[in-house]
């Protein structure tokens, strides 16, 4: 396989031609009686972002519905992720810091002391954004194993070696809106397992005019566990507090080291019904003015409960008691 060593679901040796990292609907709980203070305490105001679904599924299995086995598959790898992760060995100092980027916010232009109060104050804004780091395939795209399957849009891949390969890729319903919408309201990055020569091209295609996205990092970024798996430890984003940052990513032991960072997302194929990234959005920007987005985080998904037991179903029981 060209563009996936499968790494989001089990350890791999990599390949020289391995260039990606590959591998619902909401509802309110509505309370029996309005009279009572359990059900009053039990109604939900909102559904949650993921955990609505998540619950539903569960709660209410459907064998023959597509996102239901979706999300009951994603729970269990997260389940034994989280485990996984229990156990990662600290990072060498060194290694983070031969890794560590310093991306610049927008720097002061000469003159900008002249130009209108509200330009002015935009700018201050900007420089207070917070990010949203993206993962790319399963969670913004899907990479085709062969061209045989149905794609949306046939990419050519250049390898070092010169050799060029097509990769048939499919985009996640509500990509480019959910990058738009997010642009004006924090700074987006795309952090992936994936090499550059592959995942360049897709995000040349998704965002052709460079305005969304301000920063790339790619597979010489992670750190490597000792059974092939890609990690992404935030700290190497140098000039960036943790607490004003997250990762979205299908595969939860993506953000292992910082877990509270961590933004889970059911993995994205095929399937032209799926709405996760609508979803996601007025989560991401109900962060914007977060004092910490790891408490805000921590409350909704839960993930630190994870490895507290020795069973899914026991978790399952905890996560929505």
Excluded: W
Excluded at 82 to 106: A, G, Q, T
Excluded at 126 to 138: G, H, N, P, S, W
Excluded at 188 to 198: E, G, K, L, V, W
Excluded at 262 to 273: F, L, N, R, V
């Amino acid at each position: 396989m060209f563009f996936s060593n499968n790494t989001k679901s089990q350890p791999k040796k990599t390949k020289d031609h391995d260039i990606s990292q590959s591998s619902f609907t909401t509802y309110n709980e509505t309370p029996t009686s309005h009279n009572t203070a359990i059900a009053v305490s039990r109604q939900r105001v909102s559904p949650t972002y993921y955990m609505s679904s998540l619950e539903r599924h569960f709660r209410e299995p459907d064998s023959n519905d597509y996102f239901c086995k979706i999300y009951r598959e994603h729970f269990m790898q997260s389940f034994q992720a989280m485990n996984f992760c229990r156990n990662l060995k600290d990072v060498d100092p060194k290694e983070i810091s031969k890794r560590k980027v310093h991306i610049p916010r927008l720097e002061k232009h000469k003159g900008i002391d002249f130009l209108p109060p509200t330009f002015i104050s935009n700018y201050v804004l900007a420089l207070d954004k917070k990010t949203i780091v993206f993962d790319l395939d399963e969670t913004l795209i899907h990479c085709n194993e062969n061209t045989s399957i149905p794609y949306d849009i046939l990419l050519p891949i250049k390898f070092p070696s010169g050799d060029i390969i097509e990769a048939g890729i499919n985009i996640r319903p509500y990509a480019r809106e959910c990058l738009e919408e997010l642009s004006k309201h924090f700074e987006i990055f795309i952090f992936t397992a994936s090499h550059a020569c592959y995942a360049n091209v897709v995000l040349d295609f998704l965002d052709p005019e460079n305005k969304l996205i301000q920063h790339r990092l790619f597979r010489e970024s992670c750190v490597q566990t000792e059974e092939g798996l890609y990690v992404k430890d935030l700290r190497v984003f140098a000039n960036r507090n943790l607490k004003d940052l997250v990762l979205v990513d299908n595969a939860v032991y993506s953000f292992g080291y910082q877990i509270e960072n961590g933004i889970p997302i059911a993995p994205y194929y095929y399937h032209k019904s799926d709405v996760e990234l609508k979803m996601l959005v007025p989560y991401l920007k109900s962060l914007a003015s977060a004092r910490d987005v790891r408490e805000v985080n921590r409350k909704t998904f839960k993930l630190h409960y994870y490895p507290n037991f020795e069973s899914p179903e026991d978790l399952l029981e905890k996560l929505f008691e």
